[in-house]
């Protein structure tokens, strides 16, 4: 099914984040205004498309959007005031970046911290319906795997180039093995399995 506008005359900033349910590293945020007359076949929630489509996608995204900005929330910050609060703060950096102000915000997933005055609309699995949030998802993951990367080669044993900084049990079998470094979410469960945060 094609992402669509959410409306035909409001301008329109879709928000999405990366990286909430990590262990490592902060959590991303975009925010993105699209013309109205912008449309894609190919565009999609970051989590349904490959690296290399991601990669093009940023591109494209980049070059037609009326305005765009990515929001970041360190590691440290998330320890202070849990993931969920973070993921907003990220939203709202983002947003603080603007020149020009949205009718509305559309939010992926189910809950937001109203930003100013501004109407806002949370729609569940947005990255895959809306076509400004599944923009904003392509610019978060893409920016946050970037800055993941950047990281491995501080620490590498952690191979954060491939798993990102998320819970797959390589990653864990390191923690236990080596420790954490000052990176890692020290209030997230660290050594043992827990219930994936995901991102919706």
């Known amino acids: 099914m094609a992402l669509i506008h959410y409306s035909k005359d409001l301008i329109e900033a879709g928000l999405d984040e990366a990286g909430r349910g990590c262990l490592a590293g902060p959590v991303v945020a975009a925010a993105v205004i699209l013309p109205k007359d912008f449309y894609s076949d190919v565009l999609n929630d970051s989590k349904k498309i490959n690296e ?10 980049k070059e037609a959007a009326i305005a765009w900005a990515v929001g ?3 590691e440290s910050v998330i320890d202070e005031i849990n993931i969920l609060n973070s993921s907003f703060l990220a939203m709202h950096r983002a ?8 009718d509305i915000l559309l939010i992926d997933g189910n809950r937001f911290k109203k930003y100013k005055d501004i109407r806002h609309e949370c729609i569940v699995r947005g990255d ?7 923009a ?25 180039k491939q798993n990102k900084g ?5 990653h864990r ?12 979410r020290k209030s997230f469960n660290l050594m043992t399995s827990q219930l994936a945060i995901f991102d919706e």
Not at 95 to 102: A, G, N, V, Y
Not at 173 to 184: D, L, N, R, S, T
């Open 136 to 160: 904003a998802s392509i610019l978060a993951k893409t920016y946050r795997d970037e800055l993941m990367m950047q990281l491995d080669r501080e620490f590498p044993l952690y191979n954060w």
């Open 128 to 134: 895959g319906k809306i076509l400004s949030i599944a």
């Open 173 to 184: 079998a390191v923690i236990a093995k080596e420790g954490v470094c000052k990176y890692h």
């Open 52 to 61: 290399k489509q991601r990669d093009y996608l940023r591109d494209i995204v």
């Open 72 to 74: 970041v929330v360190e």
């Open 95 to 102: 947003l603080d970046q603007f020149s020009m102000q949205p």
């Open 166 to 170: 998320y819970p797959t049990e390589a």
